[in-house]
């Protein structure tokens, strides 16, 4: 089954920190992966996204993501954590075999930025 | 410009009452899309729609959900004699076309059955 799993429930860093998300994916063929972003009481967000060409992808806040197909992975990084990156982040995952634009995300990965 | 807004963005309702939930995309905005975050479920995707017409419903856990959107626009869920479980955060998501399309995510509606 198409899927994608997000291996860290919960992650802890120190503001000015490095942060890296993990994120995998089941699928066939190329697929269509994002990255969204959640603060409290509000709605997603789009980090960013891949659906083919270079695998390290900007986005927006100083985030990136390196998809790597060997891996199954596309991971979100960022070099120096601010505590307004306090967050839900969301991997997400859309194809064109499924209904299309339909995305599956991942269960979630909860990040606190301690002082 | 303005985003996608939802209405109410709170609802607290008793069990086997029916509630409707709003979602106004933004404007030019062909495909809609409404979701369901939930403590035990995650965030799932319900049924979307590309203009008036809703080519996927297969996420609607059951017959008491239903949806429909009008004018190419607006868009209502509703969901029938409600139960404990259908408490959840419901999120609608729109995007100029369906595919790739980044979906842009209004606030939610949090609703509570009692």
């Known amino acids: 089954a198409q899927s994608v799993t997000q291996p860290d429930i919960h992650i802890t860093v120190s503001e000015g920190a490095s942060l890296e998300l993990r994120c995998n994916y089941s699928?066939?063929?190329?697929?269509?992966l994002f990255w969204y972003v959640q603060s409290p009481g509000q709605g997603l967000q789009l980090l960013l996204k891949?659906?083919?060409?270079?695998?390290l992808v900007q986005g927006i806040k100083g985030f990136e993501a390196e998809f790597k197909r060997s891996q199954s992975s596309f991971n979100l990084r960022k070099p120096s954590v601010h505590w307004s990156d306090a967050a839900e982040y969301f991997c997400?995952?859309?194809?064109?075999?499924?209904?299309?634009?339909?995305?599956?995300f991942g269960a979630g990965t909860q990040v606190v930025v301690t002082p | 410009g303005a985003g996608v807004s939802q209405s109410p963005s709170n609802k607290v309702t008793e069990k086997g009452k029916d509630v409707e939930l709003r979602c106004d995309p933004i404007?030019?905005?062909?495909?809609l899309y409404w979701y369901r975050q939930s403590l035990g479920q995650g965030l799932e995707f319900l049924i979307y729609f590309q203009g008036n017409s809703a080519p996927d419903k297969s996420g609607l856990p059951s017959d008491r959900f239903s949806a429909e959107r009008t004018g190419g626009s607006v868009s209502t869920l509703t969901i029938q004699r409600t139960q404990q479980e259908d408490s959840a955060v419901y999120l609608c998501?729109?995007?100029?076309?369906?595919?790739?399309?980044?979906?842009?995510f209004g606030p939610g509606t949090r609703l509570t059955v009692l």
């Open positions: 998501a729109s995007s100029l076309f369906a595919g790739t399309d980044t979906q842009y």
């Open positions: 997400a995952f859309t194809s064109s075999t499924d209904s299309w634009g339909k995305l599956q």
């Open positions: 699928y066939g063929a190329t697929p269509y």
């Open positions: 891949y659906f083919s060409g270079d695998t």
């Open positions: 404007s030019g905005h062909t495909a």
